[in-house]
């Protein structure tokens, strides 16, 4: 038997490679992959959740108020101020009326220019294409052509693209060609804008108020969930404390009083166990001293292996029923684990090879995690010519991998193996089929520490245990 790590054959699996899925997992992924479309892009965490609670209804709101504004508002700003630029036209025109030269018509445009901030031109003589009335490019120069077409009547063109600061208005006159530079200043409003980057400003704010405060509250929850998470893979939680909103804390006291009422009882479990182990041992040990006095006989050789068979029973009944014990977490390195449960069954018999990395720390119970490494290891060199153990340490998880090349167990019988003093062995010998605790104690061990321990087929031929634990 090598304790040491040594190079894996061809035949081998990787050493480091990511875990495989569980059951679980890929249940979920499963789940996931027939979600409908609307569900699987909602967000799944509960600050997630609530920003689009709080956050959906406002975007609708700023939605309708800015239609609204558009639909109304601002369409009867845009009318209002059309028709006060074609009144101050239609002034300007009716005054060209009383201007019987050159001079006085530039009088009145002079005058025009000073009240209301258009500037005219006029060429005699002239004449807009026939069948032009207007061409408009944009929303504004449709509602100023609306506008000028209701209050004068003649036929006229805008011209858009005249200046990116004015609209060009042509209007046939009697006499010739009336041109208007219209300012689009004069069209336009600002208060559009001015609304628009309030409505994103205030929504902005709100929504930042809402993620802190919302961010707040979740906190509490996230460090129940750690609290409880950690508490579940059997390590201690002496910072909890209770925070957050009412029914937060109402869950966070229950959790205080379940984990007093699990620590108490598996406290009391341990201190009736200690005194029934000690008060079996006491007269264990008498029973053993008095068959050292007797002659090495027969008889006596018979019963001292009865003896030992009881002893050994013993241990493994109150290892299974003390569990993990008071032990406490601490980092431990997992792959100094593997070599001392390795070491501690002894070189003689089937040989145990490892791939190891240099070192694997994770938050375990020493002395449990030894004990659960040793059952799985010595139940495959009970059974097999050869063991392999690998350890692969994934990005989220452990995985520590025993393979055999004994005969196996039938896939039905997988999970039944893990109940107590279930064996496959049909006799009742615990020489030969064991007392039937072993995968229990280290199944128990495993879940213990919040992973879990599954019995595969081996690419050596015979049975493969995966004990995953989580980091």
Partial sequence: ???????????????????????????????????????????????????????????????????????????????????SVAADIALTLDSLSIADNQRERRIVFERALADTELYYGFRPGETLPKGMRRATTGRMDEYLADAISQRLGLPFQIDGDFDPRDFLVSIQTGDGVMEVAVPKKRLFTPTTYIFMMWMVGSSLVLMGVAALFMRNQVRSLRRLAVAVDDFGKGRDVPNFKLEGATEVRQTGAAFLKMRERIQRQITQRTEMLAGVSHDLRTPLTRMRLALELQKNDAKSAELKSDLATMERMLKGYIDFARGEGT?????????????????????????????????????????????????????????????????????????????????????????????????????????????????????????????????????????????????
């Fill in 327 to 471: 032990e406490e977490t601490r980092s431990s390195d997992l792959s100094v684990l593997i070599n001392d449960a390795v070491n501690a069954l002894g070189r003689a018999g089937t040989p145990v090879l490892l791939a190891l990395p240099g070192s694997c720390i994770l938050p375990l119970r020493p002395d449990a995690m030894r004990r659960c490494l040793g059952n799985l290891i010595a139940n495959a060199r009970r059974y097999g010519k050869h063991v392999w153990v690998t350890l692969i340490e994934g990005k989220n998880a452990v995985e520590v991998l025993v393979d055999d090349d004994g005969p196996g167990i039938p896939p039905a019988e997988r999970e039944n193996v893990f109940r107590p003093f279930f064996r496959l062995e049909p006799s009742r010998n615990p020489e030969t089929g064991g007392t039937g605790l072993g995968l229990a104690v280290a199944r128990d061990v495993a879940r213990g520490h919040g992973g879990n321990i599954l019995l595969e087929d081996s690419p050596q031929g015979g049975l493969r245990a995966r004990l995953r634990l989580p980091k």
């Fill in 1 to 83: 038997m090598s304790s040491s790590p040594i190079e894996r054959g061809s035949d081998a699996p990787p050493l480091f490679a990511e875990p495989a899925a569980t059951g679980a997992e890929l249940r979920a992924a499963g789940a996931d992959s027939h979600r409908r479309w609307f569900k699987r892009v909602l967000p799944r965490s509960l600050y997630g959740r609530s920003l689009l609670i709080l956050v959906l209804p406002l975007v609708l709101a700023q939605i309708i108020a800015t239609w609204v504004f558009y639909d109304r508002h601002w369409d009867t700003v845009a009318r209002r101020l059309s028709a």
